[in-house]
């Protein structure tokens, strides 16, 4: 492995145990690496980075021009879709009113 290590999801697998989900994912390149996570409630949430549109080459480009195109936790997010997991509330199959993915937050 180099300094600078991409890692991959190899492989996952959810759990309910307790009234908690878990999310297990193996990672790779070797040796590896395990990722466990558990809670009571839990949101996935994909959408698009704008600018995300070249792949750095990670053994070629300078350090510059790898940070450049990568995304960060102040990056612009355009959400897509979202999964709600919440062992506390009960899914209507039919619900009277549409409800927005994402709850916009108060100031």
Aim: net charge negative.
């Amino acid at each position: 492995m180099t300094e600078r290590t991409a890692w991959t999801v190899d492989g996952s697998v959810v759990t309910s145990t307790d009234r908690l989900f878990g999310l297990k994912l193996g990672l790779w390149p070797a040796p590896g690496a395990q990722l466990t996570l558990s809670a009571a409630s839990a949101v996935f949430v994909a959408g698009d980075v704008p600018g995300l549109d070249r792949i750095p080459d990670y053994l070629d480009d300078d350090e510059l021009t790898i940070r450049a195109p990568l995304a960060s936790w102040r990056s612009a997010f355009g959400p897509v879709s979202a999964v709600f997991l919440d062992r506390r509330c009960r899914l209507d199959p039919q619900p009277a009113v549409q409800q927005p993915l994402i709850a916009a937050a108060s100031s």
